[in-house]
């Protein structure tokens, strides 16, 4: 392979016009496209600053997008078909990962009963999730950047299956302690789950696609939720017998940590780090970094002083806040209106995710097709708050069919969320790490999961389910307005836009700007007949 020259920052120097024009002009020969009249010379590096499709970085107070991202030379992209056997990996791993969360909330009065347990502890068993992952995720983002998103995987991976093993002989009322250790073993395994969704997309799948390929990453996770809603109340019965009731949750243990171990199999033999060739040009310029330009506590800071991403990091953890204490608290809100109705406190469960997985996916769909981040991100949130409304005025006037007609609506919504704040924050901070964007926003999640599980819990305790689901209506208010005042500063579909633009301008038709696959970094374009 050819040595290319080296890249020069437009911050540390002018941009080596001439190379840029000789590489676009070879890629105009190889492409056979006619030649067009001589180009005109082009401005000074001030009138870079205010390209139309970058904006005037005078009117800002923000550093200027080409701070970050700078112009390179046309690369080679391609999409590889098994881009999807990666992503069908990983969410086959989240949802193992998804299922251990919930197994036991969503039939806590049995876990009660047979560890002999208060509700706030049975509760802790799922906020595990939420405390593990803050202190731990920078470390692991830090991992994600310097190792690459394999090593994250297999060790996430590992944990899951660690984990779920050690549950597997916690089927006994004097054992939860231990079981309480396998659950926090799983806990630290979604550290590694949970911001790889938008890096995965983004490191294999083309522009196009990259929201759907986001979602579908997503999905894995909300396909474990549901079955965690679903199977748990069916394997595990409410009987009175303790050493029959430990069968089945032992049967239940079993079942999970063999899932889990074949998972961890596959991701050691088949998962693999990225593809040999770029999928879009944001991407093969997002590999043209160097390491020595390259600051994890500098990306850090950029991100933590860039207010619309900072506003969709609170909104965003109010939302998923939300999210979380529903489904940490459903048993019991089901059981208080419904009593002895477990399997259908799981169905409705299930019936929140499936409507929030059909809404993640149809999110992502539009997200590809229209780019509309902002504008669908606020509607989607505020019919998130009206979701939560009609389920919380509805709960208590006892038909269970309208339970599930207003579940599905919240589902739908408040779940289908979660994708599209994941694509906006890649969006809003490129060419910052995907999995540092993600894993604040997860950050956020997390804190306000716990605070308002444990808030919502003793609101029930003390005044019923009504006033614990106002209360999560009041922050979801709250989130709707911080989201309105994001500005949508696309920055990745700029970095794209101004590489097809480049390419029209130099060969007077889009035949440049096609799927063709990318180089490493440092190398000159191999353009392919």
Request: contains cysteine.
């Given at each position: 392979?050819?040595?290319?020259?080296?890249r020069?920052?437009?911050?540390?120097?002018?941009?080596?016009?001439?190379?840029?024009?000789?590489?676009?002009?070879?890629?105009?020969?190889?492409?056979?496209?006619?030649?067009?009249?001589?180009?005109q010379?082009?401005?000074s590096?001030?009138?870079?600053?205010?390209?139309?499709?970058?904006?005037?970085?005078?009117?800002?107070?923000?550093?200027?997008?080409?701070?970050?991202?700078?112009?390179?030379?046309?690369?080679?992209?391609?999409l590889?078909?098994?881009?999807?056997?990666?992503?069908?990996?990983?969410?086959?791993?989240?949802?193992?990962?998804?299922?251990?969360?919930?197994?036991?909330?969503?039939?806590?009065?049995i876990?009660?009963?047979?560890?002999?347990?208060?509700?706030?502890?049975?509760?802790?068993?799922s906020?595990?999730?939420?405390?593990?992952y803050?202190?731990?995720?920078?470390?692991?983002?830090?991992?994600?950047?310097n190792?690459?998103i394999?090593?994250?995987?297999?060790?996430?991976s590992?944990?899951?299956?660690?984990?779920?093993?050690?549950?597997?002989?916690?089927?006994?009322?004097?054992?939860f302690?231990?079981?309480?250790?396998?659950?926090?073993?799983?806990?630290?395994?979604?550290?590694?789950?949970?911001g790889?969704?938008?890096?995965?997309?983004?490191?294999?799948?083309?522009?196009?696609?990259?929201?759907?390929?986001?979602?579908?990453?997503?999905?894995?996770?909300?396909l474990?939720?549901?079955?965690?809603?679903?199977?748990?109340?069916?394997?595990?019965?409410?009987v009175?017998?303790v050493?029959?009731?430990?069968?089945?949750i032992?049967?239940?243990?079993?079942?999970?940590?063999?899932?889990?171990t074949v998972?961890f199999v596959l991701?050691?033999?088949v998962?693999?780090?990225?593809?040999?060739?770029?999928?879009?040009?944001?991407?093969?310029?997002?590999?043209?970094?160097?390491?020595?330009?390259?600051?994890y506590?500098?990306?850090?800071?950029?991100?933590?002083?860039?207010?619309?991403?900072?506003?969709?990091v609170?909104s965003?953890g109010?939302?998923?806040?939300?999210?979380?204490?529903?489904?940490?608290?459903?048993?019991?809100?089901?059981?208080e209106?419904?009593p002895?109705?477990?399997?259908?406190?799981?169905?409705?469960g299930?019936?929140?995710?499936?409507?929030?997985?059909?809404?993640?996916?149809?999110c992502?769909?539009?997200?590809?097709?229209?780019?509309?981040?902002?504008?669908t991100?606020?509607?989607?949130?505020?019919l998130?708050?009206?979701?939560?409304?009609?389920?919380a005025f509805t709960?208590?006037?006892?038909?269970?069919?309208?339970?599930?007609?207003?579940?599905?609506?919240?589902?739908?919504?408040?779940?289908?969320?979660?994708?599209?704040?994941?694509?906006?924050?890649?969006?809003?901070?490129?060419?910052?790490?995907?999995g540092?964007?993600s894993?604040?926003?997860?950050?956020?999640?997390?804190?306000?999961?716990i605070?308002?599980?444990?808030?919502?819990?003793?609101?029930i305790?003390?005044?019923?389910?009504?006033?614990?689901?106002?209360?999560?209506?009041?922050?979801?208010l709250?989130?709707?307005?911080?989201?309105?005042l994001?500005?949508?500063d696309?920055?990745?579909?700029k970095?794209n836009?101004?590489a097809?633009?480049?390419?029209?301008?130099?060969?007077?038709?889009?035949?440049s700007?096609?799927d063709?696959?990318?180089?490493?970094?440092?190398?000159?374009?191999?353009?392919?007949p």
């Amino acid at each position: 392979m050819l040595q290319g020259p080296k890249r020069t920052s437009i911050d540390k120097g002018s941009m080596n016009v001439g190379l840029q024009n000789d590489w676009l002009d070879g890629f105009t020969m190889a492409q056979g496209c006619e030649s067009l009249p001589p180009r005109q010379e082009r401005g000074s590096l001030e009138e870079h600053d205010r390209h139309p499709l970058l904006g005037d970085s005078s009117l800002t107070s923000e550093p200027p997008f080409l701070d970050t991202a700078q112009l390179f030379p046309l690369m080679e992209t391609r999409l590889y078909k098994r881009r999807w056997v990666m992503l069908f990996i990983f969410s086959i791993y989240s949802m193992s990962n998804a299922f251990m969360w919930l197994q036991y909330s969503i039939i806590s009065n049995i876990f009660m009963r047979f560890y002999s347990i208060g509700s706030l502890t049975i509760d802790w068993l799922s906020m595990i999730y939420f405390f593990t992952y803050i202190p731990l995720i920078l470390p692991v983002m830090w991992l994600l950047d310097n190792r690459g998103i394999r090593d994250v995987v297999v060790v996430g991976s590992a944990f899951n299956c660690i984990g779920a093993w050690i549950k597997t002989g916690t089927a006994h009322p004097d054992m939860f302690a231990v079981t309480f250790f396998g659950q926090f073993m799983c806990s630290v395994g979604t550290v590694y789950v949970l911001g790889i969704p938008s890096r995965l997309a983004s490191l294999w799948f083309g522009h196009h696609e990259v929201s759907t390929a986001c979602s579908i990453g997503v999905l894995g996770n909300q396909l474990g939720i549901a079955i965690g809603f679903l199977i748990p109340p069916i394997i595990v019965p409410n009987v009175d017998d303790v050493d029959e009731l430990a069968h089945h949750i032992s049967i239940m243990f079993y079942v999970t940590a063999g899932v889990a171990t074949v998972i961890f199999v596959l991701v050691i033999i088949v998962f693999q780090e990225r593809p040999e060739l770029p999928p879009t040009q944001a991407q093969a310029q997002a590999r043209n970094l160097l390491p020595d330009e390259y600051s994890y506590t500098a990306s850090i800071k950029r991100l933590l002083c860039n207010k619309s991403f900072m506003l969709l990091v609170i909104s965003y953890g109010l939302n998923v806040g939300c999210f979380y204490a529903v489904s940490t608290l459903l048993n019991r809100m089901i059981i208080e209106h419904y009593p002895g109705q477990e399997v259908n406190a799981g169905r409705i469960g299930l019936t929140i995710v499936i409507a929030g997985m059909v809404g993640s996916l149809i999110c992502g769909i539009w997200l590809d097709k229209t780019k509309t981040y902002k504008q669908t991100t606020l509607i989607v949130y505020l019919l998130s708050l009206v979701g939560m409304l009609v389920y919380a005025f509805t709960l208590s006037l006892g038909h269970l069919w309208l339970v599930f007609v207003t579940s599905g609506v919240l589902g739908f919504f408040m779940t289908g969320y979660l994708p599209l704040g994941f694509e906006f924050a890649v969006e809003l901070t490129y060419p910052e790490s995907e999995g540092t964007s993600s894993g604040l926003l997860n950050c956020s999640a997390q804190v306000f999961g716990i605070i308002f599980t444990i808030a919502q819990g003793k609101i029930i305790d003390a005044w019923g389910t009504l006033a614990g689901n106002i209360f999560l209506s009041i922050f979801l208010l709250i989130g709707t307005i911080m989201t309105g005042l994001i500005k949508s500063d696309l920055r990745r579909q700029k970095a794209n836009q101004l590489a097809e633009a480049r390419a029209v301008n130099h060969t007077g038709s889009m035949c440049s700007v096609q799927d063709y696959g990318a180089t490493v970094p440092g190398s000159p374009p191999q353009w392919r007949p």
